[in-house]
Nanobody
Framework: QVHVVESGGGLVQAGGSLRLSCAAS????????MGWYRQAPGKQREFVAV???????NYADSVKGRFTISRDNAKNTVNLQMNSLKPEDTDVYYC????????WGQGTQVTVSS
């Protein structure tokens, strides 16, 4: 079992920045990758970014050049630096730890005002 807890998020004006953090605990040796998804009410959860144990990131096209994912394997944390935020980035953001299963955090709200 892996436990995932997010922090960060909040309200920011368009063009601003926010930083999300996520910490994993439990069976962390089983984690292959950690990442972020987001979900709006009534919509499917969508991929934002992921980073594997080797440190290679992958991003959704919609956030490339604006978001940066980073990972501290020693601390079992992953961060998402979000710059040049747009109103369409408004969502609940979920951290995920991936092993043979996906372990999700509780989600954190990001609201970008125009």
């Amino acid at each position: 079992q892996v436990h995932v807890v997010e922090s960060g998020g909040g309200l920011v004006q368009a063009g601003g920045s926010l930083r999300l953090s996520c910490a994993a605990s439990g069976m962390i040796f089983s984690i292959n990758a950690m990442g972020w998804y987001r979900q709006a009410p009534g919509k499917q959860r969508e991929f934002v970014a992921v980073i594997g144990n080797g440190g290679i990131p992958n991003y959704a096209d919609s956030v490339k050049g604006r978001f940066t994912i980073s990972r501290d394997n020693a601390k079992n944390t992953v961060n998402l630096q979000m710059n040049s935020l747009k109103p369409e980035d408004t969502d609940v953001y979920y951290c995920v730890a991936e092993s043979s299963l996906r372990y999700w955090g509780q989600g954190t709200q990001v609201t970008v005002s125009s």
